[in-house]
């Protein structure tokens, strides 16, 4: 009698490991798809990123090619107000 419960026992505990492995799979197989569907999405994010940054830089050298005295001057200004900005701190430390 108790190899007869225990036989029914293993067999039970076989059919939940066997259970416990087909829900991982699946488990496993999901996530798998879920990553492909990510790795597809963030792969057009780049893209498009990608695409962006290039009209930027072709709007910018273009900017730069119609108007290189006002970018003269602008990099003048924002380097004059760095400047300023830096040597105020450097006298608030005490340097």
Do not use: T
Not at 44 to 57: G, N, P, Y
């Amino acid at each position: 009698m108790d190899s007869e419960r225990a036989e029914k026992i293993k067999k039970q505990i076989e059919d939940l490991q066997e259970e416990l492995k087909e829900v991982g799979m699946e488990k496993g197989e999901q996530m798998k798809q879920k990553a492909r569907e990510y790795a597809s999405m963030f792969k057009d994010k780049a893209r498009m990123a990608a695409e962006k940054s290039k009209e930027a830089k072709e709007k910018v050298n273009e900017f730069a090619h119609e108007h290189p005295w006002k970018l003269m001057l602008i990099g003048l200004g924002l380097g004059s107000m760095l400047g300023m900005i830096a040597s105020k701190k450097k006298h608030r430390c005490g340097y």
